[in-house]
Every structure is written in C-alpha cells, then in structure tokens.
C-alpha cells in the first residue's frame, strides 16, 4: 500500500509489500513518484493516477507491467486499486493506493483457462472421435455384414459353376450325339448331299440322292473327292469348294453347268448347290456340306419358254400386234409399245381397263364390254372390232381385239391378256367394197326388175296362146330371176347392216304361226328333202315379222343346200327361260368345230373340197346372226361331222303377252 499526496504525487506512505513491489528501499519515501521510478513515467498507472486526481472516482483492476529483474524482461500481473482521499470541502487531497502482484494467480487462472480450453477442445475431439468410432463400428457392421452376402455369393457361384460345367459336359454330349445325327440327317435327306472333311475333301458321307446324281455308288465314300469323281478335275466345282473351305463363307451356286460321268459317258446339265462350310471352335473350317439340286429340267423348259417367247415376240412384231394385259382384281392394264402407239399414249402412261374403255367410241363401248365379260365368264376367248378414238387426238382407228381370261385354281380369273391389231385400212377397204356392191347391186337390180316384168308379159301371153313350151320357158326364166333377185337383195342388206341402215319394225305375232306359214310355204314349192315340222304351242314374240322369217328360210334352205337329197330336215319351236326357241336340225355333212365359231361372219366360207362345189357368198348366216342380235337373241350352231347340223335362235318372249 503507498500514499500519494500533492500534484507531484509524493510519495508519502509505501509499506513494505509495496516497496518489494517496486523493488526500492525505504529511501524513496519523501520522493516524487516519477523522480523515485522514472519508468513509470509512460506506464498506464501514470494515467489511471491523473484520472483519479481529477475525477476523485476510484479505479481498480488488474494490469500487466513489465520490469526488468536481473536484466530480464518479466511480465508481472499487479492488481491495483487508486483510491481518491478527499477533504471536508470534497477536493481530493491524497491518494491511496493498493496493489499487489497477482502474476501467480493470474498465470494460474490464465493456465486454468487454457486447461479448460485443453479441455474442451480434448472434449471436442473426444466427441469426434466417438463419432468416428461409431462410424466405423457402423461400417465394421456394414462390412460384416457384406462379408456375410460375399460368403453367400461365393457359395452360390460356387454352385452355378457346378450347374455350369454340368451343363457344359451335357452340352458336349449332345454335340457328339447331334453331330452324329447330324450326319445322319445329310444322308437321309430329301436333297442330294455329303460331306467332304479336310484340305483333301474325303468324302465322309454321301446320301443316296446324290449318288444317284453324280453317278456314283457308296465305295467313293473315304476316298478324297477328285479321285471319286475324276471328271470334275477341271470344272469350276473344285476351286468353289477350296474357296469355301479357306474363306469359311457359305457359296450359292445357281444354274452352273457340271459334266457327269454316267455309265462312261459325260452327261451335262444344270445344277443349283450350296456349300456350307462347318466350322472348328477357332472358326476354321474341318470339312464341308454340299447340297445340290439337278435343276436341269427346269432350266431346259425356261430356256424354250425364253426361245418361244423370242418367236413370239418377232411374230408379234411381224404383224402389228399390240399385245395387252389386265390384272382381273386391280383392272391395271399394262400395254405393249405397239397398244401404246395404237392408242395415242405416252410412254409412262398407266391406266385401268375403264380409262381404255373410255377410248372406245360409245357407240361400241357396251357391246365390247358385254362380250368381253361373257368370254371370261364362259372361259373362252373373245373377238371384238371397234373404234378407238386415240388419247392424242389423233385420227379414230378400228381395232380387233381377241383375248382370253386365265384362272386361278378356284377358277377366279386372275388376268386377260389379249392382242389388237389396227384394221382402221381393212375397214376402209371394206367400206369402198360395200358401197360398190351396194351400188352394183342397185344397178342390176333396176334391169333385173325390167325383166321379170317382160317374162311376166311374156308368160301371161304365152298363157293365152297356150303356147306349152314357151309357159315352161317362161317360169323357168321367172324362178331365175327370182333367185338372183334374191342374192342381190341378200347384197345390199349387207351394206345396209354396215352402214347401220336396217331398220327392225317390231310386232307382236305368233312364232308356231310363223313357222306354220313357213310349212305351207314349203309345201307349195315342193323340195328334194323331207321337210319334218313339229307341233307347236303359240308363244308371242314382238319382232319384225318379214325378218325373222327370212332367218327361218335360211337356215332351211342351208340345211337343204348342205345335205343329201332326200335326208329329212327337222324344224321344231319351243319356249325354254322365257324365250321361244326355234331349231333346224338336217342329217348332212356337219361342220368341224374350228369352223362352227365362225360361220356366222360375214362372207366367211367352209373352205372344203365339197363346199366349192356349191355355190353360195357367205353372207346367209351373218345376216340371220345380225337379224337375231339386233331383235336381243342368240344364234348358234351345234354339229356332228359327218351325222348333221342343227341351228337355233331364241327371241325373247313378250313380256305384255307372256
Ligand atoms: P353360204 O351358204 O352362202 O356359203 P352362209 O353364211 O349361209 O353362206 O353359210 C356359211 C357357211 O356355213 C357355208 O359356206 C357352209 O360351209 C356352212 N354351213 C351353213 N349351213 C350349214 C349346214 N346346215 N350344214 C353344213 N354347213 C353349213
């Protein structure tokens, strides 16, 4: 403890705690404070002391004062109290002053701080390591416990290898045993095969089939393939199987030409093969597997198809025609260069069997259409004439057209084909023959009027003279004239059909009565053959009278014309599916079958020895076949060469009357 007084703060009081504090003798009491310790001149207490002067409010604490003692400098914690003492008035006066050194308990506590700090942070670590230690237990556990599923796994690997490599002999096994079947297989097979095994190609098996092939028996087997089969020595067969056998890759031989010894001699022909190379593990090749096919047969018949088609073709194009397909289900239709040309139409141009009709003058379109469906519905082949009027505007043409449907196995018609030729000419020249026999015709027919009605004259006057001879002479002259009255009557109808100028003049009339009249008629004329008509029932037909009947004395009169003397003739008429039927059977020559289609076109002829001998122009039945279509009926001819003919037509019965 010190006293201080006065403004130069003497020291008036130290104790002798105090003075072993500062470390001075008693001498330094009486002393100015800063005279006797002139170090703490810049020390903090110089301050706090001057406060406490002015202020008189006491201050206290711990500070740190660093001193020199024995030359060392030492950090001393001193724990202070300045005191203000202060008069009656309240001026401070003196001061006491109180310290003491604290370095010990201050470094203790200090050490205690630490400690604590030591502590907490050794607590700290402590918890992070506890933490640690429980994560590692856990991953201990975790890794415990993977131990546990590993020593599982490997049991369980443990126990598919096992599976594995029963599995593996299981599998050799059936290798062998399939490999084995397998050999079997090649010489059962439906195909001709063997086996040739190694560079040197033994045969190690070869089926029946092709021993038969390469003209071979079984004692080629084990020998190598160029000494069992010398003659392919030269042939391609040899190198494709070396190929085969270093490359590894499948050959496909299509067509090759081999040369075969049979029965010593080499025998060509095409063959069709495959050579499978089989394979090592490693992937080279141990031996090879041929399969071939003698596809000679097959090649041949492509070949002539191929030659006929090329025949076809020059033919086709020798004569014009331009030839047609139409897919019967899509109606594609896919023309010919020439059908192309015909037609006016570009070369990319696609079109259906519609689109074409379309080309068809109206006029025609429905009878070609009718005809067409007809012949595929019956399965026989059609012929149409009409006029096209060409896509590119170009000049109309006449085409013919023939065809034929074919079938699949239902008996669908799957496709027509067909061929149509340009006949715009022959219709030209035919029209300038019409128009000259119409003109011919009419010609002859004005003097030819004249003369009936001279002999006509000369009859009656012969009649009244009773001149005998001359009445014979006369008739004779008339029936002459008559029949060429007759033919050229048959002429101009002719041309009047073709230039559409015949007029049908229907009415409702009786057909047993008709052909009734056509009897008594025949009667009154008298003939060479025995004239047979059956009984009929009425039937009503709406028809031109005058027509039909020109068809009946046709077809009787070419049923005479074509039979011997004497032979009946049949004429029956019946109605059958609502239409009346009439038929004029004779027992003559018969027509042949190649003939019977055609007989109804126009100036067709039997061309025989016999036929020349009898006069006639083919125009009868086309005009009757014209009368009937023109009247919706049909006209046909059925015939036995050598036994007779018979004729139909139908007309269909009239509704009204019915
Ligand atoms: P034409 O009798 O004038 O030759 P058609 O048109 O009447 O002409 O007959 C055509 C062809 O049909 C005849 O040339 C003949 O060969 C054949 N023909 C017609 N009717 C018969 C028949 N009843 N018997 C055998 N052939 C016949």
């Known amino acids: 403890m010190a006293i201080y007084t006065g403004e130069e703060i003497i020291i008036e009081f130290a104790n002798d705690a105090m003075l072993e504090l500062w470390g001075k003798g008693r001498a330094i009491i009486g002393?100015?404070?800063?005279?006797?310790?002139?170090?703490?001149?810049?020390?903090?207490?110089?301050?706090?002391?001057?406060?406490?002067?002015?202020?008189?409010?006491?201050?206290?604490?711990?500070?740190?004062?660093?001193?020199?003692?024995?030359?060392?400098?030492q950090t001393r914690y001193i724990e202070y109290e300045y005191r203000a003492i202060k008069d009656a008035d309240g001026n401070t006066y003196a001061i006491l002053q109180r310290a003491a050194n604290v370095t010990e308990r201050e470094l203790r506590k200090i050490r205690l701080v630490a400690n604590e700090a030591e502590i907490q942070a050794l607590n700290e670590e402590l918890t992070i390591s506890n933490e640690e230690l429980s994560t590692t237990n856990d991953e201990l556990a975790q890794m415990n416990r993977e131990l546990q599923t590993?020593?599982?796994?490997?049991?369980?690997?443990?126990?598919?290898?096992?599976?594995?490599?029963?599995?593996?002999?299981?599998?050799?096994?059936?290798?062998?045993?399939?490999?084995?079947?397998?050999?079997?297989?090649?010489?059962?097979?439906?195909?001709?095969?063997?086996?040739?095994?190694?560079e040197r190609m033994i045969?190690?098996?070869?089926?029946?089939?092709?021993?038969?092939?390469?003209?071979?028996?079984?004692?080629?087997?084990?020998?190598?393939?160029?000494?069992?089969?010398?003659?392919?020595?030269?042939?391609?067969?040899e190198g494709l199987l070396d190929e085969a056998y270093r490359t590894g890759e499948t050959f496909y031989g299509n067509e090759l030409v081999a040369y075969l010894e049979h029965n010593g001699r080499l025998v060509?022909?095409?063959?069709?093969?495959?050579?499978?190379?089989?394979?090592?593990?490693?992937?080279?090749?141990?031996?090879?597997?041929?399969?071939?096919?003698?596809?000679?047969?097959?090649?041949?018949?492509?070949?002539?198809?191929?030659?006929?088609?090329?025949?076809?073709?020059?033919?086709?194009?020798?004569?014009?025609?331009g030839i047609w397909t139409v897919d019967w289900e899509t109606g594609r239709l896919s023309l010919s260069e020439r059908s192309r040309l015909i037609h006016g139409l570009p070369a990319d141009y696609s079109l259906t069997l519609t689109d074409s009709f379309e080309m068809i003058d109206p006029k025609y379109r429905d009878d070609v259409l009718d005809q067409i469906n007809l012949a595929v519905m019956e399965k026989r082949s059609f012929r149409v004439e009409h006029l096209v009027h060409p896509k590119d505007g170009s000049s109309s043409r006449w085409l013919r057209s023939t065809g034929k449907a074919t079938y699949d196995d239902a008996g669908t018609p799957v496709q027509i084909t067909g061929a149509i030729l340009d006949i715009t000419e022959e219709k030209r020249n035919d029209q300038r023959k019409n128009d000259f026999i119409s003109m011919v015709s009419h010609e002859l027919k004005t003097p030819l009027t004249s003369m009936n009605g001279y002999l006509q004259v000369l009859q009656r006057n012969a009649t009244r003279s009773g001149d005998n001879p001359s009445i014979s002479l006369a008739a004779k002259a008339i029936r002459q004239v008559e029949r060429m009255m007759k033919l050229i009557n048959s002429f101009l109808n002719v041309s009047r059909l073709e230039n559409n100028q015949i007029h049908i003049e229907r009415k409702c009339f009786d057909m047993a009565e008709l052909i009734r009249e056509t009897e008594e008629e025949s009667m009154v004329y008298g003939s060479n053959h025995q004239l047979v008509f059956a009984p009929a029932e009425p039937m009503m037909v709406k028809a031109d009278r005058d027509k039909i009947a020109q068809v009946i004395n046709n077809l009787i009169s070419n049923a005479a014309k074509y039979s011997p003397h004497s032979s009946t003739i049949h004429v029956a008429c019946r109605t059958q599916d609502g239409h009346a039927m009439v038929s004029v059977r004779d027992e003559g020559k018969g027509i042949a079958p190649s003939d019977l289609s055609r007989i109804f076109e126009r100036y067709y002829r039997v061309n025989n020895a016999e036929s020349q001998t009898i006069a006639g122009f083919g125009i009868g039945l086309y005009l009757c076949c014209e009368i009937i279509k023109r009247h919706d009926g049909k006209i046909w001819a059925e015939s036995t060469p050598g036994k007779g003919s018979t004729f139909y037509f139908t007309l269909p019965i009239d509704p009204e009357v019915r």
Not at 177 to 187: A, G, I, K, N, T
Not at 270 to 286: C, R
Request: charged fraction near 25%.
């Open 31 to 73: 002393l100015p404070l800063y005279e006797a310790m002139p170090a703490l001149e810049g020390s903090p207490f110089k301050h706090m002391m001057e406060q406490v002067l002015r202020t008189g409010i006491t201050d206290a604490g711990v500070t740190t004062v660093e001193t020199q003692i024995d030359g060392l400098v």
């Open 150 to 198: 590993s020593n599982v796994d490997i049991r369980r690997l443990n126990k598919e290898l096992k599976e594995y490599t029963a599995n593996l002999r299981q599998m050799y096994d059936s290798l062998v045993e399939s490999e084995s079947r397998f050999r079997e297989l090649v010489r059962q097979a439906p195909v001709a095969s063997f086996i040739v095994a190694g």
């Open 203 to 237: 045969i190690e098996t070869a089926n029946g089939m092709m021993l038969n092939m390469i003209g071979k028996d079984k004692s080629i087997i084990g020998k190598p393939l160029v000494e069992a089969i010398p003659e392919i020595k030269g042939q391609p067969f």
């Open 268 to 321: 060509s022909g095409y063959y069709k093969f495959i050579y499978q190379p089989l394979k090592n593990p490693d992937g080279s090749s141990h031996s090879i597997i041929c399969i071939a096919f003698d596809i000679t047969e097959q090649v041949s018949a492509r070949k002539a198809a191929e030659r006929a088609e090329e025949r076809l073709q020059l033919a086709v194009e020798a004569t014009e025609l």
